[in-house]
């Protein structure tokens, strides 16, 4: 995302644009080979890390999995670098799990900041001074924003050409690239709504079956009678196996409901709020903006639009200083 939205001169619309320049732990290094089935590319980078105090927006892409887990520790070079582009008034930037540099770094300490919903809670476990917020696609706290993955990570790039060089220039450069010109950061990401069952012997044959029947009018005496406990058992054994309430988590599991509806079929909204559970296009709209953050129009009219689009250090001289660092 960044190497498409700040890599590639653009001449027609403003006067001058970003310098992109790669810098990795090892520049001009060999990339790895990716293992057995693994796709994607490789970048080869010309600079190394100490590259990283020149520039005016310092961008990272990523960390490797294990930086994610705990099983390995960002690079404490890596980190060193992070910070003294900070001191010397860098914009920090990071795409989707690029947090956790910046969170090792001590840069997110205080701040509010997001990353892929799937490691959010990685993010908050590891890094509790951060104020980690898995319900929109990117956060802009100043001199330091962060974005959820994917294409979450190409809007906040909009964002902050937006923020840069005008709304005009963001919008035509978004129609180049055909994507939405403009998602604001409060919208939430598409995250799955859906609870894991637990390996609880006891719940998982009920709690299929009531995913499978969530038109019906279900109450938690309905599934502790077919789970044979008491409500007041059944209400502590689906806490402690799911981290919620039952009446919570048939909410959840109506909510994403709603969501596959919304997606793959074309069924009326009333249609969607009874198949759900959620009974009412009023009762469906309520819950569904409240949770989701976006209406169910909108978000069935975002996935029509992505189902629709086809798929999808270069510069010129002057311009802004950006710098991606892929970890």
């Known amino acids: 995302m960044a190497c498409a939205v700040f890599g590639i001169p653009q001449p027609d619309l403003a006067d001058r644009w970003y310098r992109l320049r790669l810098c990795a732990e ?40 294990a930086c994610v ?38 840069i997110l300490d205080g701040r509010r900041a997001t990353a892929h919903w799937s490691h959010t809670a990685d993010l908050a476990r590891r890094h509790p001074a951060v104020t980690v917020d898995d319900s929109v696609l990117y956060v802009d706290d100043g001199t330091v924003l962060t974005s959820a993955g994917v ?14 060089l005008g709304a005009h220039v963001a919008n035509q450069l978004a129609r180049r690239l055909v994507v939405p010109a403009h998602r604001p950061g409060g919208q939430a990401q598409f995250v799955d709504l859906s609870v894991p069952v637990a390996d609880d ?31 007041r ?35 009326p909204v009333e249609q969607i709020g009874e198949r759900s559970g959620l009974g009412s296009a009023t009762n469906l709209r309520r819950h569904f903006t409240a949770r989701v953050g976006v209406s169910p129009t ?27 660092c892929p970890a």
């Open 26 to 65: 090892t520049p001009d290094a060999a990339p790895p080979p990716r293992p057995p089935g693994g796709f994607g590319f490789s970048l080869r980078a010309e600079y190394g890390w100490d590259a990283l105090a020149g520039a005016d927006t310092v961008i990272v892409t990523s960390v490797p999995d």
């Open 69 to 106: 887990t705990g099983e390995r520790e960002v690079p404490p070079a890596l980190v060193a670098e992070l910070r003294r582009a900070q001191r010397a008034g860098a914009r920090m930037v990071s795409l989707c799990t690029g947090a956790f540099a910046l969170a090792a770094a001590g």
């Open 151 to 164: 294409a979450a990570g190409l809007d906040l790039c909009l964002h902050i050409v937006r923020t840069d």
């Open 201 to 231: 012997d006891g719940l998982a044959p009920v709690l299929q079956w009531a995913t499978e029947n969530l038109e019906r009018p279900l109450t938690v005496d309905d599934l502790a009678r077919r789970a044979r406990m008491s409500p």
């Open 233 to 267: 058992t059944f209400f502590r054994r689906l806490q402690a196996a799911t981290g919620t309430t039952p009446l919570q988590w048939l909410l959840n599991q109506r909510l994403a409901r709603a969501q596959s509806l919304l997606e793959a079929t074309d069924l």
């Open 298 to 324: 909108d978000y069935r009219r975002a996935f029509a639009a992505r189902a629709s689009l086809p798929g999808t250090e270069a510069g010129s001289g002057g311009g802004r200083r950006a710098r991606g």
